[in-house]
């Protein structure tokens, strides 16, 4: 779906097809006339995302000698077909056509996750003694898999860990990003906990266009911003790829494992990879699954294997740990829990995505405080009327605001955002004034994350990505 024109979202299985085998000529095309790398890049993404809208459906892959036949029996798979072009979330690629963002209502049914509900999260209270962090009164992190099952343990005094991630692809990082972090440190603090922090360079080198030295100095860099949301160092391990696998036995063991019991057509299944995909993208999801697994991390936890692992992450990676989930019980280790987070929306809406290449589509870590005014005044998309009359009148729409879904992300007190919910809606408060609230929410908190992160020496940083012991108090 990546680039479909919007005007047509519903295309039919068979045209589908043929918009499969216009493209591969292309492809084919450009190869031969040695076209630049970002051209054939960009027009292999199409394909796979084509190929990847087809199999949505149809529930088969694309075959170039095996047109669909008659559409009439797929008319079952309408609504399925229409959702897979509305929504399509993978780990590189998320795009929805509406102004409200994805229907994670819907997601959770295709992922086949469970919705956070009241319910657990009264029982993660009772469990902590601690009020919910705001990303789950909320409905930020709003699915999960196996929750219930790391409080049992909690509540059995079992131990658990923390696993999350990053992947460097760029030295700026811009606000969304921090979104797993926040929720990770309170997760860490609420539980008492260790957590491991995996940078995954090796797969920015094989995905971008960088050399290793670069995907290892933006880890390394990145690790900074993320040590200075106040994590732990005596309970945070923060490891490069690039740097870890070669020195832990423990580690590469278990990628091997993985790699043993997942086949390439399951992973082509998974992650829509092509026989065009060098063996080392082919490879990687094992990487990313490893860290689920205790004994990856000797230092800290010996050979001890029965440590279930809980991963904090966006939903776009959760068919890395599908596969992980898959695996686990075959090579006898416990399956990971997970705890799902809804995107960040972009500024200029909730369908566009942000990218660390242009830089009016988010709010940076480095922005100045004016930056993040002008950016918010000049880019944020607005659910306000157009002229102050109808939005006096009709009221402003809540459900698509850009300044508004921010607020909810970083405002921590409900009642004033339930107040500004309700101002807006009825008219009562302007685009403008909903700006400057919430421009006086981010200027103080980017502010003070830099002043944290001026205060990251190399040294501290190169203290977290030691392998070493961690505390805490398992048994």
Known sequence: MANMPNSEPCASPLELFNSIATQGELVR????????????????????????????????????????????????????AAEAEEDFVDPWTVQTSSAKGIDYDKLIVRFGSSKIDKELINRIERATGQRPHRFLRRGIFFSHRDMNQVLDAYEN??????????GPSSEAMHVGHLIPFIFTKWLQDVFNVPLVIQMTDDEKYLWKDLTLDQAYGYAVENAKDIIACGFDINKTFIFSDLDYMGMSSGFYKNVVKIQKHVTFNQVKGIFGFTDSDSIGKISFPAIQAAPSFSNSFPQIFQDRTDIQCLIPCAIDQDPYFRMTRDVAPRIGYPKPALLHSTFFPALQGAQTKMSASDPNSSIFLTDTAKQIKTKVNKHAFSGGRDTIEEHRQFGGNCDVDVSFMYLTFFLEDDDKLE??????????????????????????????????????????????????????DFQ
């Open 157 to 166: 005094k079992k131990p658990f860990y923390l696993y999350t991630g990053r």
């Open 29 to 80: 095309s450009l190869k031969a006339g040695n076209a630049s790398k970002d051209e054939i890049d960009s027009a292999v993404k199409m394909l796979l995302s084509l190929k990847m809208s087809y199999k949505a459906a149809m529930g088969e892959d694309y075959k170039a000698d095996c047109p669909p036949g008659n559409p009439a029996p797929t008319s079952n798979h309408g609504p399925d």
């Open 419 to 472: 107040q500004i919910r309700k101002d807006y809606t009825s008219g009562a408060m302007l685009t403008g004034e909903l700006k400057k609230v919430l421009i006086e929410v981010l200027q103080p908190l980017i502010a003070e994350h830099q002043a944290r992160r001026k205060e990251v020496t190399d040294e501290i940083a190169k203290e977290f990505m030691t392998p070493r012991e961690l505390a805490f």
